[in-house]
């Protein structure tokens, strides 16, 4: 069974910076749109960050700026850069496939472990 596999965060002042890799190994990897997502504990999981599969990208309005995603087709990963990281940036972070519409496909995948970020003083 594929699993993703999320790596990278950790415990960061106010300011610093992470990046976050997570590798989806499935044939259609190329061909898939993805994102990056968080949970806060009590609320929904959202998506922070989206990528198409030819690389354009989106962002929600509270990350604008500060992360950045990008993907390496070759090594079916994605990264989520994150700058300037603020303590409402606290959660566990995710990624997996997303449903963005044609010419991406999208397949379901279940949800990996997710990597923790706590931003703190």
């Known amino acids: 069974q594929v699993q993703i596999e999320e790596s990278g965060g950790g415990s960061v002042q106010p300011g610093e910076s992470l990046r976050l890799s997570c590798r989806l190994p499935?044939?259609?990897?190329?061909?898939?749109?993805m994102a990056w997502y968080r949970q806060e504990p009590g609320k929904e999981r959202e998506a922070v960050a989206t990528i198409t599969s030819d690389s354009k990208t989106n962002y929600t309005d509270s990350v604008k700026g500060r992360f950045t995603i990008s993907r390496h087709n070759a090594e079916n990963a994605v990264y989520l850069a994150m700058d300037n990281l603020k303590p409402e940036d606290t959660a566990v972070y995710y990624c997996?496939?997303?449903?963005?519409?044609?010419?991406?496909?999208?397949?379901?995948?279940?949800w990996g472990q997710g990597t923790q970020v706590t931003v703190s003083p």
């Open positions: 499935l044939r259609l990897f190329s061909i898939l749109s």
């Open positions: 997996n496939t997303i449903k963005l519409g044609p010419p991406d496909y999208y397949v379901y995948q279940a």
